[in-house]
């Protein structure tokens, strides 16, 4: 980056919905002068033109087949700064889910007696594949979080992502406790920087922002259990969009005790 | 003459697709839409998982129709469970789906198809060239995603939005103030159907069979009857006598075909099939498109989709005059009748008919679910109408080809990131 030039920026996606990409375009209504600032040269949900001279990617999905392998190290190759944009690339997200149950299984219930005609693996975040410099959590990401990471990458800093619970933007924001609703929710060990937008619209938060650094796990379930959650409906809170992570957990567990 | 022409990754598109045509001594040898979009197996993924969790789980299949899967979603397992949402429940689902609607609408029209008019990669170099018009798409965006915004928390992926009803509920001044915006909106819709009445919208004529929800007292987009412009209309629980999904080696989605050998969904068959319920600025905004049905220019779904969006802004007044006269009042969430069960539920989605299948057991989990995705449904008309193109498009330079093909491929908005998890139906 000199300072003559604008930094040129890419946008990738792999297995997800694309939510997030339609998210930096929403976040550009209100921004438009990001685009004086930054130069997109690669952003295929919404533009033709596509240069291979890029200094950051933003890289949206999980990576789900061996095959998408290669596009992704090709990425890191070229990217001096790699960000994962979103749940499914940060942390495998919803496609992970599919590891709940054995693959085979997975494909054939879809696929039927077809099911070897498509490609397909345990999805897994980005940085299982390559390593990222950066995430930006969330499913979808938020919008000012987004405009405040670019922000923070141009000064040259690092994107200021909170690490503290989801309870604290929820108590700043003067919502009622959704277990005194008689609700349950994942906000105390779940990472802030979303507003606590669910629970201020009366649902639980899934974690789909992943865990903060030292959660209070035990703690965390036992509260969902004394809010009557048998241990299943509490292992399937907790996979939503942490399947991966969760499984990773229990592997290296494992692993330790020689099991 | 001889020409192949290989599009990896359409851009302007949701998801990945690949254009693929052959032509050897003026004969066509090839011609391929592929779907090689990674395949996604929600279907798979939602049994085990509780029925509440089905809509948030469903919404992440998509990012620009997250409401409509949602939707979709939720009325599956409403009639799963015998659950009769309520009016105002109704009435406020009708509105982010508007919201959605439009969202994905102007998205389309004004980002994705008018660059290829103007001769444009891509909306940015449109900033500079067409200021008036990249601003205006801005406003209007804004205003559609405030709109679901309002109801739901966010357009992607709702929140407030749940079996039995909402969680969270819309303040007077909330609804007052976006009445006051559509209504300001107008002249902005107005420039639209203006805009988009005055582009070359390339000749192309090709009949084919049209397949809707309808119902009998409005434009359908939520629940209602599967109909056919062939003449035919089945109840939404007979969705698999219309799809008969089918699967083919070049496509990670699966086909589907009806009465003929292909039929199409979204916007252009829901103005064929559905023409005298739009408002009437919309029926005049058709007028001014040059547009009377049966429309049979696959192009004009684009011109279908303002229309649409005419529609959708005057039906979101109207609603939030409804919710303002009743009065939007927190509400519990109606309880279901029965512990299990199976439901299908149908919206019209921005790109055409939507159907999620679930069925729940006693302990509340599914057992089984089948996503029936517009999309997919488009895909074998999609390649019909290429077969039908090519003929004539072949003595043009190879980039004009290349340029038309792509432009019929975006005609149909496909979205590609939902089309590729549509399960062979498989209960329990």
């Known amino acids: 980056m000199t300072q003559n030039h604008k930094p040129k920026i890419a946008f990738f996606d792999f297995s997800s919905c694309e939510g997030c990409q339609l998210t930096v375009v929403d976040s550009l209504q209100d921004h438009p002068e990001l685009l004086g600032v930054v130069e997109i040269v690669q952003f295929r949900e919404a533009m033709t033109e596509k240069g291979e001279d890029y200094l950051v990617a933003f890289v949206e999905g999980s990576c789900t087949r061996q095959s998408d392998e290669e596009r992704l190290k090709q990425i890191r190759q070229q990217a001096a700064i790699v960000v994962a944009l979103g749940t499914c690339a940060h942390l495998g997200g919803v496609n992970a889910l599919k590891s709940l149950h054995p693959l085979q299984d997975v494909r054939q219930y879809v696929y039927g007696e077809k099911a070897d005609w498509y490609e397909t693996y345990d ?32 000064l040259g800093k690092k994107p200021p992502i909170p690490d503290y619970p989801v309870c604290v933007e929820c108590k700043l924001k003067e919502n009622v406790c959704l277990f005194t609703l008689n609700k349950v929710c994942l906000g105390p060990v779940t990472r802030a920087g979303c507003g606590a937008i669910c629970p201020t619209y009366g649902q639980s938060c899934e974690a789909c922002r992943g865990f903060i650094t030292n959660p209070n796990d035990s703690s965390m379930r036992n509260v969902l259990a004394e809010h009557g959650m048998n241990v299943e409906e509490v292992t399937s809170m907790y996979t939503m969009f942490t399947a991966y992570q969760v499984r990773e957990k229990l592997m290296q567990a494992e692993k330790a005790t020689g099991g | 003459m001889s020409k192949r022409i290989d599009v990896h990754h359409v851009t302007r598109v949701e998801g990945h697709g690949n254009i693929v045509v052959e032509v050897a001594d003026s004969q066509l040898k090839e011609c391929r839409f592929d779907v090689v979009e990674t395949p996604r197996f929600f ?38 469970l015998g659950i009769q949402p309520s009016q105002q429940t109704v009435l406020l689902r009708k509105l982010s789906f508007h919201g959605e609607i439009l ?56 929140i407030a939005m749940t079996v039995g009803g909402f969680t969270h509920f819309p303040k007077r001044a909330e609804l007052e ?27 192309f004529e090709r009949d084919t069979e049209y397949i809707s929800l309808t119902k009998p007292d409005e434009y359908a987009f939520i629940d209602g009857e599967i109909k056919s412009s062939d003449g035919v209309k089945l109840p939404i629980e007979s969705y698999q006598k219309v799809t008969n999904e089918y699967l083919v080696p070049h ?59 005419v529609h959708c802004v005057e039906d979101a007044i109207l609603i939030i005059n409804q919710l303002l ?7 519990e ?45 488009n895909i074998a008309n999609l390649e019909a109408d290429m077969r039908v193109l090519v003929p004539q498009i072949m003595h043009k330079p190879i980039d004009a080809m290349r340029l038309d093909l792509e432009m019929m491929v975006r005609a149909y908005d496909p979205c590609i990131s939902c089309s590729v998890h549509v399960a062979k139906l498989v209960t329990r």
């Not at chain 2, 299948?357 to 057992?367: A, K």
Request: overall charge neutral; some cysteine; hydrophobic content about 40%.
């Open chain 2, 43 to 80: 279907e798979a993924m939602l049994r085990g998982r509780p029925y509440t969790e089905a809509s948030h789980i469903t919404s992440r299949i998509c990012g620009i129709c997250a409401t409509g899967h949602a939707t979709t979603s939720l009325r599956a397992s409403e009639k799963a």
């Open chain 2, 325 to 331: 006269e009743m009065g939007v009042n927190p509400e």
């Open chain 2, 251 to 309: 496509s990670s989605a699966k086909f589907t075909r009806f009465q003929r050998e292909s039929y199409m969904v979204g916007a252009l068959a829901r103005f064929n099939n559905n023409f005298d319920q739009l408002h009437p600025r919309a029926k005049a905004a058709a007028v001014a498109l040059g547009m009377k049905p049966k429309v049979t220019n696959t192009y004009l779904n684009s011109g279908a989709q303002v229309v649409e969006i």
């Open chain 1, 123 to 154: 999805a897994r975040p980005i940085d299982a594949v390559i390593p990222v410099d950066f995430a930006i959590p969330g499913c979808p990401i938020d919008r000012n979080e987004f405009i405040n990471c670019v922000k923070a990458l141009l």
């Open chain 2, 103 to 158: 969202d994905s609408h102007i998205l389309h029209v004004y980002m994705l198809v008018a660059p290829d008019f103007l001769g444009v990669g891509s909306v940015i170099p449109l900033a500079s060239s067409h200021p008036e018009v990249v601003l205006r798409a801005l406003r209007m965006k804004k205003l559609s995603g405030d709109m679901c915004a309002i109801v739901t928390g966010r357009h992607t992926h709702p």
């Open chain 2, 177 to 203: 103030s976006l009445r006051q915006r559509l209504e300001e909106v107008r002249a902005d819709v107005d420039a639209t159907v203006e805009l988009f009445a005055s582009l070359p919208w390339p000749q």
């Open chain 2, 333 to 377: 969430l109606v309880p279901p009748t029965r512990q299990s069960g199976d439901g299908v539920g149908a919206c019209e989605v921005p790109r055409g008919i939507l159907f999620h299948h679930y069925w729940i057991g006693e302990d509340g989990n599914l057992t089984g679910a089948n996503c029936i995705i517009p999309t997919n449904q």
